[in-house]
């Protein structure tokens, strides 16, 4: 056996690197999915100080050739899942399939029910509230079939501290990654000018503090039988002698009050609400100001705001960044707004949740790593 992680496309090569730090190997890699070596310790480690992946599975079997519903359900039935779930255990059968002979999902998923059902009884199919719900993965790509046990539960950019939810705010993990790119240095001032739900100066702060993201949330794994998930406190306890006090200055801007519960509740939720500054400004303060170190920041676009003048709101962005030459800035969005910066940049390609953005960053910016 071994431990799949997902992770979104553009997020692999970050994602190998969080791996690496916990000093697990990379064993295979492929688009969306890094495979590490299976243990219960590495289970609670990499649920706990996921930053960037969704999912930590349990690969129970990876075989490829499967291309008829009989060699599907041979492999299946080939698992020890008398090891693995019980019979009172409810199960949900997910399925993917991309360039592959067999197609129908709604088949693959009956295939799979039934060939477990049938090494195991037919009585774990009912609804028991006593029993977790194991959730199985079948993805075959090309042919090549996975089975995976979901050890994460509800998927791990999902942080604790964000309770309720507000319009339109950046997911965790891609907040995290921008922040990672932007190679911050903690003991510097670094800047969100449109915070709204302060995702990305909460993700700084847990990363400036080295706080394991998951340190507060519950994972499917606790519940499974098969694996000593004791650890997981173990794990959690190390991960709190790791955490560091210093000093930090992360400011948060935004003009909208109205966000301003929420987000001091979201900070306070994942303990750092006392290092982020909130400031209830508009952007255009800061012409007045020097800027110095470093920003991301994610402006408004017309999914978000339909009434503002976007044109006049990035060329005063423009502006800004023109007259802070020392100020590293990262910018996500998805107005295209090249024509308005007079000096170098970069800009790549990402979606969050479903809508294409660009990430724009200064080019020759100084990288500290
Ligand atoms: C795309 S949202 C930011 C979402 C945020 N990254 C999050 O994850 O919650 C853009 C924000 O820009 C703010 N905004 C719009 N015009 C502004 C201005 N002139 N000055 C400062 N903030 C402004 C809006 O209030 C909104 O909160």
């Not at 080939?78 to 399939?97: H, M, Q, R, Y």
């Not at 470093?294 to 023109?322: C, G, H």
Request: with cysteine.
């Amino acid at each position: 056996m071994n431990l799949v992680l997902t992770c979104p496309l553009w997020l692999e090569s970050l994602a190998k690197k969080e791996i690496e730090l916990l000093w697990l190997p990379i064993l295979h890699s492929q688009d969306k999915q890094i495979t590490t070596s299976f243990s219960d310790e590495n289970i609670a480690k990499l649920n706990l100080w996921s930053r960037v992946w969704n999912k930590v599975y349990i690969e129970l079997v990876r075989k490829d050739k499967i291309d008829t519903f009989d060699k599907l359900f041979d492999l299946i039935k080939s698992i020890k899942w008398k090891d693995i779930i019980l019979e009172e255990n409810p199960i949900i059968v997910n399925a993917t399939s991309t360039n592959s002979k067999l197609e129908s999902l709604p088949a693959i998923q009956k295939i799979v029910k039934k060939a477990i059902v049938d090494k195991l009884s037919d009585s774990f199919l009912r609804e028991n509230d006593k029993f977790p719900t194991i959730f199985i993965e079948t993805v075959l790509i090309k042919d090549t079939c996975q089975i995976l046990i979901d050890t994460s539960w509800i998927a791990l950019h999902k942080r604790w501290y964000r309770k309720q939810s507000v319009e339109a705010p950046l997911r965790e993990n891609l907040a995290a990654w921008l922040v990672l790119l932007s190679s911050w240095r903690f003991s510097e001032n670094f800047y969100d000018i449109f915070c709204w739900s302060w995702t990305i100066a909460i993700e700084a702060a847990l990363i400036a503090k080295n706080i394991a993201p998951g340190l507060h949330r519950n994972f499917a794994f606790e519940k499974f039988r098969f694996i000593k998930s004791w650890i997981l406190e173990i794990e959690k306890e190390k991960a709190k002698w790791k955490i560091m006090n210093k000093n930090y200055s992360i400011i948060a801007s935004d003009i909208d009050e109205n966000a301003l519960e929420i987000a001091s509740k979201n900070a306070e939720n994942a303990w750092v609400w006392d290092i982020i500054k909130f400031e209830l400004r508009d952007f255009r303060d800061y012409n007045n100001e020097k800027l110095i170190w470093t920003m991301v920041s994610n402006p408004p676009y017309w999914v978000r705001l339909q009434d503002e003048d976007l044109d006049k709101l990035y060329k005063d962005i423009a502006n800004i960044f023109s007259k802070n030459k020392e100020l590293k800035w990262w910018i996500i969005t998805n107005y295209q707004f090249w024509d308005l910066l007079k000096f170098d940049y970069k800009k790549r390609k990402l979606y969050n949740w479903w809508e294409m953005c660009y990430f724009y960053s200064k080019t020759n910016q100084h990288n500290p790593n």
